[in-house]
C-alpha cells in the first residue's frame, strides 16, 4: 500500500513539473504555462475536438501543452469507472473550474475516445467543518475534477485532458491507466459483500479520540458507531483516511466532508463511519486490520454500503459533499 500512496503523491506533487517541463512523445507543439480559466460555464462534447478517427498525436497535433494530468483513482475495471483527477500548471498551482474533456486512448496512440466531459467539483466546507489538520496543510487537495469513462476491456491506456484556459485549447502529458478485472486482491466492488468487520470507537479507547484519529480536532461524531453493529441492518458511509499522514493530501478534506454531511443529514438513515489507515496512527506498523480487510491498495477510500452490507458506490480519492449526498440519496431511497 505503501508503495501505491507513493506513487499517487508523485502524482499529485510532482507531476506538474516534469510534466509541463519535458517533451511528449505524442507530437505536440510548445509547451506553455497555464493561464487562469477564465469560465466555468458547463461544457458539452461539442465543445472539444472529436476523436473520430484520430489517432492521439492527431488530437494533440497544435495544441500546446500546459498542464499535468495527476490522477486520484488507481482502481479501474470494465464498466463505466469514476474518473476522478487534478489539473497543476507549470508552478504546481492547482487549476479548478476550468471546461475539461477527457480522452482514452491505446499506449500507442490508437483506438481514441471522448470527449469525455470532466466536471469540477469543490472539496470546501463550511469554516466549522474545516480540520486544523487542513487548515494548516498547504498542500492540501482544495478541488478534484471527475468524469465518467467507459472501459469496454481489461488492458493498459493513456488518459489525456484537452483544457479551455482564457479561450484557447491546453493538453496535458497523458496518464497511465490500468484496468483489470476485480479479484481478491481488490477492493470490494459495486454489488459486492463488503468485509463485515469491528471498527474502533470512542468506547473502545476509553475516550481517547487521539488513539483512532489523526484529524485535529478529532471527528468524534465519526467515531461512534461500530461497523459491525449497524451492518446489514442500515446504509453506512464507511471512510478509510488518515487526514495526518496521508501522502495523497486528500484525506483530511474528505474527512471535512464527511463530518459536514454528517451534520446536515444526521445519522437516522445512514451511519457515518471514519476508520483510520494504520495501526497506532503510525505507518511503519503497517495497516491497521480494517483497511486491511477491504484491500486497499491506496488512501483515502469511501464505501456506501446498502442494508445488506453490500457496496453501492465507492470512491476513491478525492470527492465533495454533493458527489457524497447524490450518493446518499441513492442508497438511501434503496432502503
Known amino acids: 500500500m505503501r508503495r501505491s500512496l507513493a506513487v499517487l503523491l508523485v502524482l499529485v506533487a510532482g507531476l506538474a513539473v516534469a510534466g509541463c517541463g519535458g517533451s511528449s512523445s505524442s507530437g505536440t507543439s510548445t509547451h506553455l504555462a497555464a493561464p487562469a480559466p477564465t469560465s466555468t460555464a458547463s461544457a458539452t462534447p461539442v465543445d472539444f475536438p472529436s476523436s473520430s478517427g484520430k489517432r492521439l498525436s492527431e488530437l494533440k497535433n497544435g495544441v500546446p501543452e500546459g498542464l499535468a494530468l495527476a490522477p486520484s483513482v488507481s482502481v479501474l475495471q470494465p464498466g463505466t469507472n469514476r474518473y476522478g483527477f487534478a489539473l497543476f500548471d507549470a508552478a504546481r498551482k492547482q487549476v479548478a473550474e476550468a471546461p475539461v474533456a477527457l480522452y482514452v486512448s491505446n499506449t500507442d496512440g490508437t483506438g481514441l475516445r471522448g470527449p469525455y466531459i470532466a466536471h469540477s467539483e469543490s472539496l470546501r466546507v463550511r469554516p466549522q467543518f474545516q480540520s486544523q489538520t487542513t487548515k494548516v496543510d498547504p498542500d492540501a487537495a482544495k478541488s478534484v475534477y471527475v468524469a465518467d469513462i467507459p472501459f469496454a476491456r481489461p488492458g493498459k491506456f493513456r488518459v489525456t485532458a484537452i483544457a479551455q484556459?482564457?479561450?484557447?485549447?491546453?493538453?496535458?502529458?497523458?496518464?497511465?491507466?490500468?484496468?483489470?478485472?476485480?479479484?481478491?486482491?481488490?477492493?470490494?466492488?459495486?454489488?459486492?459483500?463488503?468485509?463485515?468487520?469491528?471498527?474502533?470507537?470512542?468506547?473502545?479507547?476509553?475516550?481517547?479520540?487521539?488513539?483512532?484519529?489523526?484529524?485535529?480536532?478529532?471527528?468524534?461524531?465519526?467515531?461512534?458507531?461500530?461497523?459491525?453493529?449497524?451492518?446489514?441492518?442500515?446504509?453506512?458511509?464507511?471512510?478509510?483516511?488518515?487526514?495526518?499522514?496521508?501522502?495523497?493530501?486528500?484525506?483530511?478534506?474528505?474527512?471535512?466532508?464527511?463530518e459536514q454531511v454528517r451534520s446536515e443529514l444526521g445519522d437516522k438513515d445512514i451511519a457515518f463511519i471514519h476508520n483510520e489507515i494504520y495501526r497506532e496512527n503510525r505507518i511503519d506498523q503497517g495497516l491497521r486490520p480494517q483497511p486491511a480487510a477491504y484491500r486497499l491498495p491506496t488512501e483515502p477510500w469511501l464505501f456506501l454500503l446498502d442494508s445488506r452490507g453490500r457496496v453501492a458506490e465507492r470512491f476513491e480519492g478525492a470527492f465533495s459533499a454533493d458527489e457524497l449526498k447524490r450518493a446518499i440519496a441513492k442508497v438511501t431511497a434503496q432502503g
Open 165 to 258: 484556459l482564457d479561450g484557447r485549447e491546453v493538453t496535458t502529458t497523458s496518464a497511465g491507466a490500468t484496468v483489470a478485472v476485480p479479484s481478491a486482491s481488490t477492493p470490494p466492488a459495486v454489488g459486492q459483500r463488503a468485509p463485515d468487520v469491528h471498527t474502533p470507537t470512542i468506547a473502545s479507547v476509553a475516550g481517547d479520540a487521539a488513539r483512532i484519529d489523526t484529524r485535529s480536532p478529532a471527528a468524534k461524531d465519526l467515531l461512534t458507531t461500530d461497523l459491525a453493529s449497524v451492518y446489514g441492518k442500515k446504509p453506512v458511509a464507511l471512510l478509510f483516511a488518515t487526514p495526518a499522514l496521508c501522502q495523497s493530501r486528500v484525506c483530511g478534506p474528505v474527512v471535512d466532508v464527511l
